[in-house]
């Protein structure tokens, strides 16, 4: 086996698990399920059948990743963080019809007890706080915290907040000396 799974987890049959992931207690993946290599589901993990999962993601504890949801490479999802797939849902109406796709692109971090509401992007390098709400799209390398999430910083791909630059549209990352300027989807790496 190209993937190591502990004994209580649950892998439906179809599921794609790539080389060196790491499944650990009580996890259930389903069988449309795509994951890529390198990836780590933490205990009481759920990855529904329309999940795509790119390479290196982490995924802690008591995460459900409902379908429709995108993770690109390197993504972090901190521990109880929540994902939705429906705007409105009932009990009694049956809106499968109406998943919404979220996409969260390459290095994103999502941190612990976060909720993301469905249909929304979170942009390249961003970091969701801590217990952040998210309800509209996040831009590359942005900080978002409260509820509901704001803009609050810029942070760097090595994960410290960015300071400013010399020039009013620039901002460096201390740790690597790395200078961003203004994009057209939040920052980039000049």
């Not at 329309?50 to 990743?65: E, P």
């Not at 409260?146 to 300071?163: C, D, K, N, T, Y």
Request: charged residues 20%; glycine residues 12%.
């Amino acid at each position: 086996m190209k993937y190591w799974s502990h004994s209580t987890a649950i892998i439906d049959e179809g599921a794609e698990i790539g080389e060196s992931s790491k499944i650990w207690h009580w996890t259930h993946v389903c069988a449309g399920a795509r994951l890529g290599r390198s990836v780590i589901l933490g205990q009481n993990v759920f990855i529904g059948n329309d999940v795509t999962i790119g390479n290196n993601v982490k995924i802690q504890n008591n995460v459900s990743v409902y379908d429709k949801v995108i993770l690109e490479d390197d993504v972090f999802c901190g521990p109880s963080m929540v994902f939705t797939n429906v705007i409105n849902p009932r009990s009694a109406i049956v809106r499968k019809n109406e998943f919404r796709k979220t996409h969260v692109k390459q290095g994103a971090t999502l941190g612990a007890n976060c909720t993301l509401i469905c249909g929304v992007t979170i942009g390249k390098y961003a970091f969701v706080a801590a217990g952040a709400v998210v309800t509209k799209d996040v831009p590359d390398y942005s900080l978002v915290k409260g509820v509901p999430a704001q803009h609050s910083g810029w942070i760097g791909e090595f994960g410290e907040v960015l300071m400013a630059g010399q020039f009013a549209h620039e901002w460096i990352c201390h740790g690597t000396q790395t200078v961003y300027v203004k994009g057209p989807k939040g920052l980039c790496k000049k």
